[in-house]
T-cell receptor, first 113, second 115 residues
């Protein structure tokens, strides 16, 4: 049973455009929602994370929007650049339960110059 | 700080062979994790540890064993490899008493092929 559903599976965006990736979760006990970025041949690295007490978090060109009632959260990449081309994973965890992350299936983003 | 390191980087096994993957971290983290990554399935937790001498099962533990004899090391063993265990394996670590954060730091991965 997949507890975190991620879409789309792949995404092509023009340079300067906005990339949007969506995730939905089922377990209402989740209280930590990170996004990881993975380049080919590398391990995932934390990009940005949010907790349910806020509806939005912004770090540079990256923004997480969080909708607790809908159990959904999304990653927005503004002014997308070719260097943003990577695989993005959303995840969720209950930080009181040893922080075991449940990952989405990933989105392969390609930003065309 | 080297962060999280994994050895080996690549390995090819024949069905039935055994091997051990080594993960080491130098961040004094309490928690360590082993994941496998397969196309279209994201990362799935195999086993994890919340401290030296402790281990617990994750989402897909069958066919794997782990040990954490030292705080900085977390070993993943395959006793009798099967083609279904062909995957990329990632180790991660998190949480220290000094820096109470949920961030998991990942190693560079081990690509394992079982023929």
């Amino acid at each position: 049973q997949q507890q975190v559903k991620q879409s789309p599976q792949s995404l092509i965006v023009q340079k300067g455009g906005i990339s949007i990736i969506n995730c939905a979760y089922e377990n209402t006990a989740f209280d930590y929602f990170p996004w990881y970025q993975q380049f080919p041949g590398k391990g995932p690295a934390l990009l940005i994370a949010i907790r349910p007490d806020v509806s939005e978090k912004k770090e540079g060109r990256f923004t997480i929007s969080f909708n607790k009632s809908a159990k959904q959260f999304s990653l927005h990449i503004m002014d997308s650049q070719p260097g943003d081309s990577a695989t993005y994973f959303c995840a969720a965890s209950n930080s009181g339960a040893t922080n075991k992350l449940i990952f989405g299936t990933g989105t392969l983003l390609a930003v065309q110059p | 700080n080297a962060g999280v390191t994994q050895t080996p980087k690549f390995r090819v096994l024949k069905t039935g062979q055994s091997m051990t993957l080594l993960c080491a971290q130098d961040m004094n983290h309490e928690y360590m994790y082993w994941y496998r990554q397969d196309p279209g399935m994201g990362l799935r937790l195999i086993h994890y540890s919340v401290g030296e001498g402790t281990t617990a099962k994750g989402e897909v533990p069958d066919g794997y064993n782990v040990s954490r004899l030292k705080k900085q090391n977390f070993l993943l063993g395959l006793e009798s490899a099967a083609p279904s265990q062909t995957s990329v394996y990632f180790c991660a670590s998190s949480y220290s008493l000094k820096e109470s954060t949920d961030t998991q730091y990942f190693g560079p991965g081990t690509r394992l092929t079982v023929l």
